[in-house]
């Protein structure tokens, strides 16, 4: 059997994930690629115009990025420090 099919077999029955999981990705993607007609934006309009809300509007956005990166950083940290559960060693 074609190693293929053989993957497909195994992931045919979560293919309702696997398409939620594209579009996910398709959509990341998309807002990502939006990253530099914000900052053509900000250079072009907001900041020779002196938009100011527009200029907070960014920087509160940016703000909110570090918040959820540094909440990110702490769990994985302490995730990094938890130790194994014994029924995991114990199965092995």
């Known amino acids: 059997m074609p190693v293929a099919a053989r993957l497909w077999s195994y992931v045919r029955r979560y293919k ?6 594209a579009l996910g990705n398709l959509i990341t993607v ?15 309009e ?5 938009n100011v809300p527009f200029l907070a509007g960014i920087v509160l956005v940016y703000a909110g ?5 540094d909440i990110r950083r702490a769990l994985s940290s302490k995730d990094e ?12």
């Open 81 to 92: 420090r938890a130790p194994l559960a014994k029924g995991i060693l114990a199965c092995a």
């Open 16 to 21: 309702g994930l696997l398409g939620i999981s």
């Open 30 to 44: 998309s807002i990502a690629s939006m990253a530099p007609l914000f900052v053509k934006l900000v250079i072009d």
């Open 65 to 69: 990025q570090r918040v959820v990166f």
């Open 46 to 50: 907001a900041i020779p115009g002196r």
